[in-house]
Nanobody, 126 residues
Framework: QVQLVESGGGLVQAGGSLRLSCAAS????????AGWFRQAPGKEREFVAA????????YYADSVKGRFTISRDDAKNTVYLQMNSLKPEDTAVYYC???????????????????WGQGTQVTVSS
Protein backbone atom coordinates (compact mmCIF):
# COMPACT_ATOMS: atom_id res chain seq x y z
CA GLN A 1 0.00 0.00 0.00
CA VAL A 2 1.35 3.38 -0.99
CA GLN A 3 1.66 5.90 1.81
CA LEU A 4 2.42 9.59 1.35
CA VAL A 5 3.66 11.76 4.20
CA GLU A 6 3.90 15.54 3.88
CA SER A 7 6.16 17.76 5.93
CA GLY A 8 7.55 21.27 5.92
CA GLY A 9 4.46 23.27 6.72
CA GLY A 10 4.44 26.02 9.30
CA LEU A 11 3.87 29.68 10.03
CA VAL A 12 5.56 32.24 7.81
CA GLN A 13 5.18 35.96 7.19
CA ALA A 14 3.85 37.28 3.92
CA GLY A 15 6.61 37.42 1.34
CA GLY A 16 8.42 34.47 2.89
CA SER A 17 9.13 31.00 1.59
CA LEU A 18 8.48 27.40 2.57
CA ARG A 19 9.36 24.09 0.98
CA LEU A 20 6.92 21.24 1.41
CA SER A 21 8.06 17.63 1.06
CA CYS A 22 6.03 14.53 0.29
CA ALA A 23 7.76 11.22 0.91
CA ALA A 24 6.33 8.03 -0.56
CA SER A 25 6.64 4.53 0.85
CA UNK A 26 5.30 1.27 -0.53
CA UNK A 27 5.50 2.74 -4.03
CA UNK A 28 7.22 5.34 -6.14
CA UNK A 29 6.47 8.59 -7.91
CA UNK A 30 8.75 7.83 -10.84
CA UNK A 31 6.03 6.25 -13.01
CA UNK A 32 3.14 8.45 -11.94
CA UNK A 33 2.09 12.06 -11.99
CA ALA A 34 2.41 13.81 -8.64
CA GLY A 35 0.19 16.63 -7.50
CA TRP A 36 -0.30 19.15 -4.75
CA PHE A 37 -3.70 20.38 -3.65
CA ARG A 38 -4.79 22.68 -0.82
CA GLN A 39 -7.85 23.37 1.26
CA ALA A 40 -8.43 26.65 3.01
CA PRO A 41 -10.88 26.94 5.91
CA GLY A 42 -14.46 26.89 4.65
CA LYS A 43 -13.42 26.21 1.07
CA GLU A 44 -13.24 23.25 -1.26
CA ARG A 45 -9.93 21.53 -1.86
CA GLU A 46 -8.28 22.96 -4.96
CA PHE A 47 -5.50 22.08 -7.35
CA VAL A 48 -2.12 23.76 -6.86
CA ALA A 49 0.51 22.02 -8.98
CA ALA A 50 1.32 18.79 -10.79
CA UNK A 51 4.35 17.11 -12.31
CA UNK A 52 4.29 14.40 -14.96
CA UNK A 53 6.22 11.18 -14.37
CA UNK A 54 8.77 12.13 -17.02
CA UNK A 55 9.35 15.44 -15.28
CA UNK A 56 8.93 17.25 -18.57
CA UNK A 57 5.48 18.65 -17.87
CA UNK A 58 4.50 20.87 -14.97
CA TYR A 59 1.13 22.40 -14.35
CA TYR A 60 0.17 25.19 -11.97
CA ALA A 61 -2.94 26.94 -10.80
CA ASP A 62 -3.04 30.52 -12.02
CA SER A 63 -2.98 31.74 -8.42
CA VAL A 64 0.47 30.23 -7.76
CA LYS A 65 2.10 30.41 -11.19
CA GLY A 66 5.49 32.11 -10.99
CA ARG A 67 5.67 31.70 -7.20
CA PHE A 68 5.48 27.92 -6.61
CA THR A 69 7.64 25.18 -8.13
CA ILE A 70 6.97 21.44 -8.04
CA SER A 71 9.88 19.04 -8.32
CA ARG A 72 10.80 15.45 -7.60
CA ASP A 73 13.84 13.55 -6.31
CA ASP A 74 13.58 9.93 -7.41
CA ALA A 75 16.53 8.86 -5.28
CA LYS A 76 14.59 10.00 -2.20
CA ASN A 77 11.17 9.06 -3.61
CA THR A 78 10.04 12.53 -2.62
CA VAL A 79 8.09 15.31 -4.28
CA TYR A 80 8.59 18.93 -3.28
CA LEU A 81 6.64 22.15 -3.49
CA GLN A 82 8.80 25.24 -3.22
CA MET A 83 6.60 28.17 -2.27
CA ASN A 84 7.99 31.69 -2.61
CA SER A 85 6.44 35.13 -2.18
CA LEU A 86 3.78 33.65 0.04
CA LYS A 87 0.54 35.54 0.57
CA PRO A 88 -2.07 35.29 3.35
CA GLU A 89 -4.45 33.74 0.81
CA ASP A 90 -2.03 30.80 0.47
CA THR A 91 -3.00 29.74 4.01
CA ALA A 92 -4.39 26.22 3.80
CA VAL A 93 -3.77 22.57 4.50
CA TYR A 94 -1.60 21.27 1.66
CA TYR A 95 -1.97 17.72 0.40
CA CYS A 96 0.22 15.73 -1.93
CA UNK A 97 -1.21 13.01 -4.13
CA UNK A 98 -0.16 10.39 -6.65
CA UNK A 99 -2.14 10.05 -9.82
CA UNK A 100 -3.37 6.91 -11.53
CA UNK A 101 -1.44 7.87 -14.67
CA UNK A 102 1.97 9.08 -15.77
CA UNK A 103 0.41 12.23 -17.21
CA UNK A 104 -3.10 13.45 -17.79
CA UNK A 105 -4.83 16.47 -19.17
CA UNK A 106 -7.15 16.28 -16.17
CA UNK A 107 -4.31 16.87 -13.72
CA UNK A 108 -6.46 19.37 -11.80
CA UNK A 109 -9.17 16.83 -10.95
CA UNK A 110 -8.93 15.13 -7.57
CA UNK A 111 -10.38 11.87 -8.84
CA UNK A 112 -7.35 11.45 -11.11
CA UNK A 113 -5.35 10.77 -7.93
CA UNK A 114 -5.69 7.59 -5.92
CA UNK A 115 -3.20 8.08 -3.11
CA TRP A 116 -3.21 11.06 -0.75
CA GLY A 117 -1.17 12.29 2.17
CA GLN A 118 -2.61 13.48 5.44
CA GLY A 119 -1.85 17.13 4.79
CA THR A 120 0.41 19.77 6.29
CA GLN A 121 -0.72 23.19 7.53
CA VAL A 122 0.69 26.32 5.96
CA THR A 123 -0.20 29.62 7.62
CA VAL A 124 0.88 32.93 6.12
CA SER A 125 0.56 35.97 8.35
CA SER A 126 0.11 39.49 7.01
Amino acid sequence: QVQLVESGGGLVQAGGSLRLSCAASGGTFSSYMAGWFRQAPGKEREFVAALSSSGSNTYYADSVKGRFTISRDDAKNTVYLQMNSLKPEDTAVYYCARARWSDTGSYYLQNEYDYWGQGTQVTVSS
